[in-house]
């Protein structure tokens, strides 16, 4: 086995038995109690009262969606800035497909309106 993953296996064997060793080695040295407080919510020295508010709006997550794939386009639009004398004019044109492709979804999502935080419309026109 002296191939060319030879190296990313051992790699990830490594691994592998690092992690077992650290969680085996705190299983075994760990601290083991339980008393009355240790279930009990506590953050930053106040204690809490009553139960949790209750559920996000979807919104909340479609914004967080959305705020995800369009910071990964700027992590690509980044990286070709850093490149574009030695990718020249085919990656200009890729570049442009790339940020057009982005723009139709951005004015599809527009368009849905997934974006809009006012009231909620009861029912479509079609």
């Not at 690509?76 to 979804?105: D, K, M, Q």
């Amino acid at each position: 086995m002296d191939g060319p993953l030879f190296p990313l296996v051992l790699y990830f064997l490594a691994t592998v038995t690092i992690v077992a060793f650290i969680v085996a080695l705190s299983a075994l040295l760990g601290q083991r109690h339980h008393e009355r407080a240790t279930d009990e919510p506590y953050e930053s020295g106040v204690q809490s009262t009553g139960t949790v508010g209750g559920r996000f709006d979807v919104k909340f997550y479609l914004i967080a969606m959305f705020f995800l794939i369009f910071d990964v386009e700027a992590v690509y639009l980044y990286i070709w800035a850093l490149s574009v004398r030695e990718i020249g004019w085919t990656g200009y044109v890729e570049v442009l497909l790339f940020t057009g492709v982005f723009a139709v979804a951005f004015m599809y999502i527009l368009r849905q309106g997934a974006l809009d935080w006012g009231k909620v419309k009861s029912s479509r026109k079609q």
